[in-house]
């Protein structure tokens, strides 16, 4: 019988870092700066725990918690969400603040982003990302048939000039009306570490309203990383610079700030996105696990969240600068060899002299495997087309390891790119 799968299936395939990923877990020993999961020793098991007997406490209470929620999820966790938008970028907006109905609850950030990109795009659309970008974003457009177009960057994020020359660029190839949304992660981005300025994201709205003639054009913020800061101020969202609130979507997670095997993510959408949003979801699976949602708003209401966080950043803040200490005592004699310093997040991206290639059938990335570390190849994190692909860099991620063995692989990982220089 032959067996013929959608055009989609074919689409989502050909994701490089799964097999990447098994080779690495097939071996235990191997440092793995690779993986951008978050710290095991600091998921917080008493929190949950008493958040769950919270829940638990009351058969009735219970009994909601175990029965269907509703697509666009919890409301007692939408309300806290929204509270917590108040908070932290109320005074900021220009625009007017979201509404209880602009809040929908996701499994992760991730379906949210798949959601909005869905709603958006056709096979044949363009989403403009920077370049290095999301590598699981990049997968989500290429699964819808859409075209990944990348946009220089600098330590302050997106390059406006870049950007309205990609624009302009697309406009006399004729394909403006097929570009349907700007894709940023703003906050110590996945992979580079940077967070883009406040200044840049009010150019990148404006340009957004600017070049949106035929089609409108969405700018995403990926928030994913916003609360892992361990030095310097907060940044407002983006949405903050959005004069009529329709522009940007804001996808937030309690992934990385609390656990990600909860998972629950949420979206802030412009008014006009909510229906399609919640439409696709609806056919999906008409709301995400109504018992996730229960637990988190159950953890925020008993006030232990903040604290978690707090010790979290704690946590990480001694991670990256075992990494970054490292890189001063291992990487700076080697020459070429530069790195980023971010202020928050989970990942440090190197980059190499252009002749050695990183990418996961070169020189370099087997000899690490030999010397006991492993990377993800930055050349996995460009989208096809725009910017060229870098192939000698590398995303190095600090969050699964302890400050020790961050040591131990740095010092491999320099070991392995002497020996290929
Ligand atoms: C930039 C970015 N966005 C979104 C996510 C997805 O997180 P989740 O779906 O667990 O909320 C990740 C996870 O690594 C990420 O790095």
Redesign the pocket.
Known sequence: MHIRLSQRAGWAGGQPISDLMSRALENPHLISLAA?FVDQQTLPVEPTRRALEAVFASEAEARTALQYGSTPGFVPLREQILERIRETDGPEAIGPPPTLEQIVLTA????L?HLVAESLMDPGDIAICTSPT?L??LGTVKHLGGRAVGVAMDAEGMIPDSLDQTLRRLERAGELPRVKLIYL?PYF??PCGVTTSQTRRAEIVELARRWSKQTKIHVIE?A??RELRYAGEDVPSTRTVDPDGDTVVV?G?F??SYS?GI?V?WGVLPKHLIRPVCDLKGNIDFGSPNFAQHMMAKVLEQGKYAAHVESVRAGYREKLQAMLESAEEHFARLPGVEWRRPQGGLYVWATLPETIGAGPAGRLFNQAIREGVFYVPGEFCYPPEGEPIRKSAMRLSFGVQSPDRIRQGMAALARAIEHVM
């Open positions: 951008g992760g950030s991730n379906q982003l999301y699981v974003f992660v981005d996945n990926d994913a990383y996808a997670t992934s990385k990600p998972r993510g």
